[in-house]
C-alpha cells in the first residue's frame, strides 16, 4: 500500500485523535471551486452561435467539430468527477489514490481549458466577460487539483474521523460538480442543435 505523504499522515493521526478538530478544518477544494468554472462556461456558451449568424458551412462545421470534442473533454472530467463521489462514500481506501485520481482530473481541465480558449478565440469572444471569468475559475481549479495534497486531505478530513455526515457531504460536493460539468454539456448540445438546424434551414 502506497505510503500517504507527511501531510496527509498528520492529518489522519489528527482525525483520529480529535475528530472534532479535524472536522472543522478547512476544506481544500470547495463546492464553489467545482462548480463556479461551469456556471461561467454556461453563460459563455449561450452567445456563441448567435455571435457569428453569417458563418460559412466550413466555419460552421469546424466550430461543430470542436463543439464535439470539447463535449468529449467534459464527459471524461464528469465521470472522473462521479467516481470521485461514489469512491469517497464506498471505497475507504480511496485515500490512498486520492492523489493520483486528483492528478488526472488537473490534466483533464487544462486540457477542457485549452479547448475553450480555441473555440472562443476563433470566435472573437475572448473577451467577453463571461469567457474571463470561466478561464480564471478553471484555472483556479487546475491549480487546486494539481496540488496532490487538497483532495487527499479533504478526504482525511472526512474519513478520518468515521463520520457518515462528513463523508456524504464531501460525496454531495464532488457529485453535484459533476453535474455543474453535465449542465455545460447541455448547453455546449444546445450549440450543436442551432448549428443543426442553421444548416437545415439553409438546404430548405
Not at 470542436?66 to 464528469?78: I, W
Not at 485549452?114 to 473555440?119: H, I, M, S, V
Not at 482525511?156 to 460539468?181: C, D, F, M, T, Y
Amino acid at each position: 500500500m502506497r505510503v500517504l505523504s507527511n501531510l496527509a499522515g498528520a492529518l489522519l493521526v489528527l482525525a483520529a485523535a480529535c475528530p472534532e478538530r479535524a472536522a472543522a478544518q478547512v476544506q481544500a477544494i470547495t463546492e464553489r471551486d467545482l462548480t463556479e468554472p461551469w456556471i461561467h462556461a454556461t453563460a459563455a456558451l449561450r452567445s456563441l452561435v448567435p455571435a457569428s449568424p453569417k458563418q460559412s458551412a466550413n466555419d460552421r462545421s469546424e466550430l461543430d467539430r470542436q463543439l464535439s470534442q470539447l463535449d468529449d473533454g467534459l464527459a471524461a472530467l464528469q465521470a472522473q468527477e462521479e467516481k470521485t463521489a461514489i469512491r469517497i462514500v464506498a471505497v475507504p481506501e480511496f485515500v490512498y489514490g486520492a492523489a493520483e485520481s486528483s492528478a488526472e482530473m488537473s490534466a483533464q481541465v487544462a486540457e477542457i481549458s485549452q479547448r475553450f480558449d480555441a473555440l472562443f478565440r476563433n470566435a472573437g469572444l475572448q473577451d467577453h466577460p463571461d469567457v474571463h471569468a470561466m478561464q480564471t475559475s478553471l484555472a483556479a481549479l487546475q491549480r487546486l487539483l494539481a496540488d496532490k495534497n487538497a483532495l487527499e486531505a479533504d478526504v482525511i478530513r472526512a474519513v478520518g474521523p468515521g463520520s457518515k455526515q462528513l463523508i456524504q457531504a464531501l460525496a454531495g460536493e464532488w457529485w453535484n460538480g459533476a453535474e455543474s460539468v453535465h449542465g455545460t454539456r447541455e448547453a455546449v448540445a444546445a450549440q450543436r442543435q442551432r448549428l443543426a438546424a442553421t444548416q437545415s434551414d439553409e438546404r430548405n
